[in-house]
């Protein structure tokens, strides 16, 4: 009994570029958010307001945003770890900021130098300015299935974030596969627990494909009823601070498969493949999407 409708979270633009070494120019980035737009999705997050020491390659945000061609309806998002962030987020005209925590204490530490706790009380101001903003809240949770640097996280602590992010005012909160670890029915144990805290209409599934398991979890959670969920274009990206970690699932494959089912996305996928092989050159390498490479060469 899968759903019959499925919300797609293009990251590739964020999480997808952020990892990159080579600083890639604005207009390319711009370019590559305006063909993703054109292609229908109805929410891409395209920067992230963090520190340029930490993320260099999201240091051109601002100019990202402002460049945009945005199709009314459409969200933007942004990462927005601190008021400064957010601010800046604000700023540039984001739809939606990200606060972005861990289940996982390790990581915390390393990704945003502070403790779970901690985090919670720097995002709470945060929270509260984005609402006064008018801006909409999402909360995103690494490490939800395994961490680079603990090893296991538990689901206790999983749902402990999601109260947490829930009491922020997050509309919707992300669990998170940073390292691709996660396997189908460890992942339904997962967000069936996230899902006792938050309404599973308003959690997403953000995996990433390390170990090639992605769309079988993205499986797994249609079948227990999770609605939305995040890819990365050419199956793009990689997080600075968990290493060794690939790409996104990638938005073709998802897309390849959610079509398979009968499932309506709204996205038009052959936009979404010439998107990926745009990008691809621009970086000089071949997508990492299965479908998209295949598509394109039919
Ligand atoms: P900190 O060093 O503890 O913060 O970093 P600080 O307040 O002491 O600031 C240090 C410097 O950074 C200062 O500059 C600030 O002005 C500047 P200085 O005075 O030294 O010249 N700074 C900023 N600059 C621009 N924008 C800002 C900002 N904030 C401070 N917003 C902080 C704490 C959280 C800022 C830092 O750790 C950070 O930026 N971390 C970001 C890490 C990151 O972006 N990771 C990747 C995204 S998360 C991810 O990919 C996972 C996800 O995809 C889900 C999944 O797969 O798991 C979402
Ligand atoms: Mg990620």
Not at 276 to 295: D, E, T, V, W, Y
């Amino acid at each position: 009994n899968l759903p019959h409708k499925v919300k797609i979270v293009e990251v590739g633009p964020r999480d997808g570029l952020q990892n990159e070494r080579e600083i890639i120019p604005a207009a390319v980035k711009v370019a590559l958010v305006d063909r993703l737009t054109a292609a229908g999705f109805a929410n891409i997050e395209a920067a992230s307001f963090v520190s340029p020491k930490w993320v260099p390659q999201m240091a051109t945000s601002a100019e990202v945003m402002a460049g945009i061609r945005r199709r009314p309806g459409v969200l933007y998002s942004a990462l927005a770890p601190n008021m400064q962030g957010l601010e800046a987020a604000h700023a540039a005209g984001v739809d939606e900021v990200v606060i972005f925590g861990a289940a996982s204490e390790a990581f915390s530490q390393k990704n945003i130098n502070c403790s779970i706790a901690e985090s919670v009380q720097r995002f709470r101001p945060v929270a509260l300015a984005a609402r006064e903003m008018g801006l909409r809240l999402r909360g995103s949770i690494s490490c939800a299935f395994g961490c680079p640097y603990q090893g296991e996280v538990s689901s206790d602590t999983v749902a402990d974030v999601v109260g947490r992010m829930r009491d922020l005012g997050c509309d919707e909160i992300d669990i998170a596969d940073t390292i691709g670890v996660g396997t189908p029915r460890q992942v339904q144990q997962v967000m069936a627990r996230a899902a006792g805290a938050f309404p599973i209409a308003q959690l997403s599934g953000h995996f990433h494909d390390t170990y090639g398991q992605a769309l079988a979890n993205i499986y797994a959670c249609l079948e227990i009823g999770v609605t939305t969920f995040h890819s990365s274009v050419a199956g793009l990206g990689g997080c600075p601070y968990a290493k060794g970690a690939t790409g996104n699932v990638a938005t073709e494959d998802v897309l390849y498969m959610l079509h398979g089912l009968g499932i309506h996305t709204g996205i038009d996928l052959g936009a979404v493949v010439d998107a990926g092989q745009f990008i691809a050159s621009h970086l000089g390498r071949k997508a990492a999407s299965r479908a998209g490479n295949a598509l394109a060469a039919s």
